[in-house]
């Protein structure tokens, strides 16, 4: 894929100017990286801090200081590093049998060749060291200075993986050296580990990185914590393709005009994995059906857990697809551009060796762990309880389910505000995918529905409402009442048994009770009403619903501005008083139409 040049840096505050915004954690803005470093090496359970700019493996593995060479094992030693900001990479690889030292820069600024020729120097085992270094200029220019500076043998990797970089011109610094690298380091610390030659540990760390190949896409920009201001700019409904882990906006930016489709996570994968196998087989490296690949799947800092296992299982498929064989796969937020919201995908073709030294044992605390042939399978939930679908249509239930379809936005939005915004979700996952209009009685129906909430929304919601459905659905079938051949007197009955049993139940399970901000505070009041009116001579079904209906929406009114008492809206205080609760509102539903605004 050939990059379109692209204007822009990465964003900085002026000099001299205190940024006027809090989004990142810091004391002072000055003191950033040395505060972070030194948390990093606290945490980091066998490596050590060096003054002269360095974080170097423990002889002994237990974080005590060593630099006797003589307690070291003599073989080939493996130094890395770069700007910060890309953490773990590199010092959350430092351990055996993989990185020896590793040398922080400030953030997305090369480290200086004094910093990296103490590291040299210090790691050098009495069989030479190996350098990996990113394709960017300033890293080169500073790990050759600190080759040259040393007496010892130093054989230099360069990784230039970015396929975003690849620009067809002798004048171009080529590829930048990103997700790859991580490998490189991997392959090249196992065969020093195993007692390789310096020669040959270069020549397989480099075959690795010549046989990689990245590209990145981030759906939001990083953020600065030295500055508090963005990497670059990114307005809403753009996307940047090709984006480097140093902040660089990427080779095409994006956006969503209306009518246009939305960017959805397969074709993004499809497109980055078109990109890396080209650029692979233009340069000589055949990728093809039967070829043997190492996969990561990569976070850019600030991209879910679940987003990434979603990329992983869609890269995998197509893959697969493909013809081409996943023989490891690794995810995660491994080199990483601070908190930038994206992914990069890196493939690297691999061989029986290759494979060997990605899966020999380290001891470098962020290395993932690899999923050997990893295949990806259908999770769907396996769900044989069918709707029903005999007899005539149930106008009722048909109605309370066509209100809760139309309105999980609505819900979750309000959820969101006064919750954990789930609520909407799960009516969704529960009702989302129910035809209508429905079939059957409402005994079964209302047993249809409690399986639903109970195995497909889980959360509170699921518990509660599954719960209520359930104690519904036993009212009516214990009664044989349908409200489709009831009359009104059997219907107001039947309903005033269900909803009094069904809030006991609900009681019973939970503890909430009126004034707790809950559909309790509609399910009251709407149990009786219906127990009141079964106590007359109501003339229709309709009449029924219409009259519990007025005192359920007044219930849920009431929860406007009350001070939740139970479930994760209780956590909130005061930020969640100003809203409905939601449940309260869809509970509503079940007895007639009621327009959001009206509550």
């Known amino acids: 894929m050939a990059a379109k040049k692209k204007s822009g840096k990465a964003g900085s505050a002026p000099a001299n100017k205190k940024p006027d915004t809090f989004k990142s954690f810091r ?66 690889f430092v351990g055996d049998g993989m990185l020896d030292a590793a040398c922080p820069g400030l953030l997305f600024t090369s480290p200086n060749a004094v910093q990296i020729t103490a590291a040299t120097q210090w790691a050098d085992r009495g069989k030479g060291v190996v350098h990996v270094v990113k394709n960017y200029t300033g890293d080169v220019m500073n790990f050759t200075v600190a080759a040259n500076s040393v007496d010892g043998d130093v054989a230099t990797v360069i990784v230039a993986d970015d396929v975003a970089t690849e620009i067809d011109n002798d004048d171009s610094p080529g590829r930048r050296g990103t997700g790859a690298t991580i490998l490189v380091e991997k392959v090249a610390g196992a065969a020093a580990e195993r007692g390789d030659e310096l020669a040959r540990v270069a020549k397989l760390a480099q075959k690795t990185a010549d046989q990689s190949r990245s590209m990145a896409v981030a759906l939001q920009a990083g953020h600065l914590p030295t ?48 990109g890396i196998i080209d650029s692979l087989n233009d340069a000589g490296v055949t990728v093809k059906d039967g070829t043997g690949v190492v996969l990561l799947v990569n976070g850019l800092g600030g991209t879910s857990e679940l987003e990434l296992d979603l990329v992983f299982g869609e890269a995998l498929a197509q893959l697969a697809d493909r013809g081409i064989k996943v023989k490891r796969g690794l995810r995660g937020s491994l080199v ?141 079938a214990d009664a044989e009442v349908d409200s489709r051949t009831a009359t009104a007197e059997e219907f107001a009955a039947v309903l005033a048994k269900g909803l009094n049993e069904g809030v006991a139940a609900i009681v019973d399970l939970g503890g909430a009770k009126e004034g707790d901000n809950t559909l309790i505070d509609a399910l009251v009041p709407a149990t009786k009403a219906a127990t009141k009116i079964a106590k007359g001579s109501p003339d229709s079904i309709s009449g029924v619903l219409d009259g519990v209906l007025s005192k359920a929406i007044k219930g849920a009114q009431s929860t406007r501005g009350m001070q939740a008492k139970k479930g994760r809206a209780s956590y909130l205080g005061e930020s969640a008083a100003d809203v409905p609760d939601p449940g309260a509102i869809a509970i509503t539903w079940l007895f007639g139409d009621a327009d959001m605004k009206d509550f």
């Open 227 to 274: 500055s508090d201001r963005q990497t670059f700019d990114l307005e809403e409904k753009e996307i940047e393709i090709g984006v480097g882990i140093h902040g660089e906006p990427g080779v095409e930016r994006r956006k969503q005009t209306k009518g246009k489709k939305k960017p959805n996570a397969r074709d993004l994968v499809s497109e980055l994995l078109t």
């Open 336 to 476: 990483t551009s601070l908190n930038m919201a994206g992914i990069s995908l890196t493939v690297t073709k691999v061989n029986k060796e290759m494979l060997e030294l990605i899966d020999a044992p380290t001891s470098a605390p962020a290395w993932p762990a690899v999923a050997v042939n990893p295949k990806v399978a259908s999770a769907h939930m396996d769900d044989d309880f069918d709707q029903p679908s005999s007899g005539k249509k149930n106008a009722w239930l048909s109605a309370f389910t066509d209100r809760l379809k139309s309105s999980t936005d609505d819900l979750t939005e309000l959820d969101r505000i006064a919750g954990d915004g789930d609520f909407g979700h799960n009516i969704h996952a529960a009702f989302g995918d129910i035809s209508t209009p429905l079939k059957g009685s409402d005994a079964a129906i209302f047993e249809f529905f409690a399986h639903r909430m109970l195995v497909r929304a889980g959360g509170t919601s699921g518990a509660v409402l599954g719960t209520f459905f359930r104690e519904m659905s036993d009212a009516f």
């Open 27 to 92: 004391n002072e803005t000055g003191d950033f990286m040395e505060e972070a470093l030194a948390g990093l090496v606290a945490a980091h359970p066998c490596a050590q801090w060096h003054s002269e700019g360095f974080i170097g493996v423990a002889a002994d593995q237990s974080g005590k200081s060593s630099s006797a060479k003589s307690k070291r094992k003599k073989r080939v030693a493996v130094v890395s590093g770069g700007g910060s900001g890309h953490e773990p990479m590199h010092a959350g």
